[in-house]
Structures are given as C-alpha cells and as structure tokens.
C-alpha cells in the first residue's frame, strides 16, 4: 500500500512533466492533484491519532457527544521526536507549495523543477516498498506450501530492506523477536 501511494505520486508527477512540454495547464492541474491525493491518501493511511493531536480526552468527549478543549489531556504533549522522516517530508512540502505557485503564475521552468525534486525520493521510496513486499509475497507463499527452506533468506532480504530505509529515514532499530530457524 505505501509502495502504491509513492507509485502514484511518481506516475502523476512525470505526467506533469509530460504535460508541461505541451503546456497543457488543465492537464498539468490534473496530475498534480495526483501528486497531492497521493501524499494525502498516505497521510490517511499512516498518521496515528496521537500525530493528529486526537487525545483520550477528545475520544471521551466523542463518547459523551461533547465538545473539547484543545489541549486537554494531550497524551503527546512531548514533541515528536525528530527524525530524519520529518524533514524528507517537510521538504517534499515545500516543493509541492513552490510547484503549485509556479503552477499559479504559469512558471514552467520553475514548476518542471520542483517536480524534478519530489521525482527521486518517490521513485526512491516506491522502489524500496516493492522489496519489501516481493519478499513478503515469497515469504508468504513459502509458509502456505510449509516450505521452510528460503525463507530464511526472504526474510532476511525483507528486514534488510526494512532496515536500511529506517537507517535512511528513521535511526536504529532492534530486532527483538526470535525466528522459527533461531
Ligand atoms: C507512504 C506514506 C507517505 C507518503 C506517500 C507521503 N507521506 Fe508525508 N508523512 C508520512 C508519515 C508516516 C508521516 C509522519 C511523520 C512522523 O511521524 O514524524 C508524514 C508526515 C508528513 C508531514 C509532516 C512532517 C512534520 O513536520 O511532522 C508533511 C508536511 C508531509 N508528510 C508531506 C508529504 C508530502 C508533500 C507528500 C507527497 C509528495 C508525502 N508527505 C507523502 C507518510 C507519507
Ligand atoms: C521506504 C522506507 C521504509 C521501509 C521499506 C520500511 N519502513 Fe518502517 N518506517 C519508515 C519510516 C519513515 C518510519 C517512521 C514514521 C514516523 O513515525 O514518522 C517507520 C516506522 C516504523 C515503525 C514504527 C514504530 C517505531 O518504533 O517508530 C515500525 C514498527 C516499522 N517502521 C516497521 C517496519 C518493518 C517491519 C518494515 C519492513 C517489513 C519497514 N518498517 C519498512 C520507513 C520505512
């Protein structure tokens, strides 16, 4: 699911840029919504209640059918921590806000641009997801056959790929669970 969003964004993105050689404003329009359901339909997907400032307090108040302060309750009063994610994404941001202002002001140079920077982190992303879930497929067919051997190596190529996007994105992780052939 999270390869398939960056997929789109990626495909809505070089359709811009196609669109932007014909100057088609209508058409660019278009793909750049794309681009923006794209990283809203993630954001849906994937933002946990706290991220959203959804607290305990506001869930009762829904129970209740009342209304709540802001900042009652907030159970992530604590800043989120800063990880490297954020800012890959803060600057996505920016580049969709500039693209669309290009967009506003017919700057096509200025819009292939920043099109051109949101290009490699979602070709980059989509690709590392397709990883994961090739292994998993593999992974997953292998247990319904109760096939023991390659797996380990699938599951091994999977949390690799786990890995090294969170080295990326995130910071360390452990692996905590032990595995059917440890
Ligand atoms: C595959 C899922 C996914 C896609 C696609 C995605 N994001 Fe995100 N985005 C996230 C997650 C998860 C977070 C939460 C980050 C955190 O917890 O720190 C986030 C957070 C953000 C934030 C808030 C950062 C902050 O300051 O805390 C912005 C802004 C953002 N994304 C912009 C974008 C833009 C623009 C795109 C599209 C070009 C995009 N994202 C595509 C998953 C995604
Ligand atoms: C393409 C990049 C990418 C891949 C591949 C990836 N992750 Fe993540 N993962 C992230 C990012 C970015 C975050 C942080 C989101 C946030 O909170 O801002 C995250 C957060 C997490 C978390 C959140 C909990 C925590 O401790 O913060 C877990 C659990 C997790 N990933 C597990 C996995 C597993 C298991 C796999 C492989 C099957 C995987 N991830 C593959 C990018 C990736």
Known sequence: MFGGHWSDILANADEALICIEDEDRVGI??????V?????A?????????????????????LKGKPTK?????????????IANRRVMQELW???LAAESHL??????????ELGMIQPEAKER?????????????LSNL?????LEGMKEAYKEMTQTCLSCHARNVGGREILIPMAWD
């Not at 802001?70 to 800063?82: H, I």
């Not at 590392?128 to 090739?134: F, I, K, L, S, T």
Request: net charge negative; aromatic share 10%.
């Open 42 to 62: 993630c954001h849906m997907a994937s933002w946990s209640p706290a991220y959203l400032h959804v607290t305990n307090g506001i869930i009762d108040g829904w």
């Open 70 to 82: 802001t900042g009652v309750n907030e159970q992530d009063a604590e800043p989120a921590p800063e």
């Open 126 to 138: 989509a690709k590392r997801w397709a990883r994961v879930a090739e292994q998993a497929d593999l």
């Open 29 to 34: 329009t278009n793909a750049m919504a794309g």
């Open 104 to 113: 506003r002001s017919w700057e096509l140079q200025g819009l292939s641009k």
């Open 143 to 147: 247990a319904a056959s109760r096939k």
């Open 94 to 96: 920016f580049r969709y």
């Open 36 to 40: 923006s359901n794209g990283c809203d």
